[in-house]
T-cell receptor
Framework: QQQVKQSPQSLIVQKGGISIINCAYE??????FPWYQQFPGKGPALLIA?????SEKKEGRFTISFNKSAKQFSLHIMDSQPGDSATYFC???????????FGSGTRLSIRP | DGGITQSPKYLFRKEGQNVTLSCEQN?????MYWYRQDPGQGLRLIYY???????QKGDIAEGYSVSREKKESFPLTVTSAQKNPTAFYLC????????????????FGPGTRLTVL
């Protein structure tokens, strides 16, 4: 299975709150899991990424939690700010097969 | 000022016409990619190129063609055979020729929104 299922489709969070976006995959051959941030009218930009041998990775206010047994990973944005309002995509990379599969995206809105 | 340039930002074409989208990078990256983005869907890979004069089909290559005659340029032609060409098209590049390496990062251009009337 090559799909990556992302939820929720849209999310509204109050300023200062925690934003959580979830992704699930089927193919255990995926070996890299990046998250991208996209602002309207712009191309996506790499935000943070994790390998499956690590359970958590933190960069500033952004944390990826990875559950290998459940084949799920999530993005947590702490102290969410209005500037974080964007669409977020998870992805899964199967490097030896030159495959990258993107989730369908989550539109995040942070209310001031 | 290094980066990826896509032009034009908006493009309108009549049904049945071929159209070529431009992608230029001055990052000296070996690999380049074309993706298609539709509302409510993730990005889908059309073509990628790891080196000049070589390119590979992605997941949705039908109805598209590419060329890679120069390292910095990777134009995409949307042909009349593409059934539903209206979409947002994104070009990306990465440093290494080994496309989809876990140690490599793809940098995206600003995109071209193509509308076929």
């Amino acid at each position: 299975q090559q799909q990556v299922k992302q939820s929720p489709q849209s999310l509204i969070v109050q300023k200062g709150g925690i934003s959580i976006i979830n992704c699930a995959y089927e193919n255990t051959a995926f070996d890299y899991f990046p998250w991208y941030q996209q602002f309207p009218g712009k191309g996506p930009a790499l935000l943070i990424a994790i390998r499956p041998d690590v359970s958590e990775k933190k960069e500033g206010r952004f944390t990826i939690s990875f559950n290998k047994s459940a084949k799920q990973f999530s993005l947590h944005i702490m102290d969410s700010q209005p500037g974080d309002s964007a669409t977020y995509f998870c992805a899964a990379l199967y490097s030896s097969a030159s495959k990258i599969i993107f989730g369908s995206g989550t539109r995040l809105s942070i209310r001031p | 000022d290094g980066g990826i340039t896509q032009s034009p930002k908006y493009l309108f074409r009549k049904e049945g016409q071929n159209v070529t989208l431009s992608c230029e990078q001055n990052l000296n990256h070996d690999a380049m990619y074309w993706y298609r983005q539709d509302p409510g869907q993730g990005l889908r890979l059309i073509y990628y190129s790891q080196i000049v004069n070589d390119f590979q089909k992605g997941d949705i290559a039908e109805g598209y063609s590419v060329s890679r005659e120069k390292k910095e340029s990777f134009p995409l032609t949307v042909t009349s055979a593409q059934k539903n060409p209206t979409a947002f098209y994104l070009c990306a590049s990465s440093i290494y020729g080994g496309a989809f390496s876990t140690t490599d990062t793809q940098y995206f251009g600003p995109g071209t929104r193509l509308t076929v009337l």
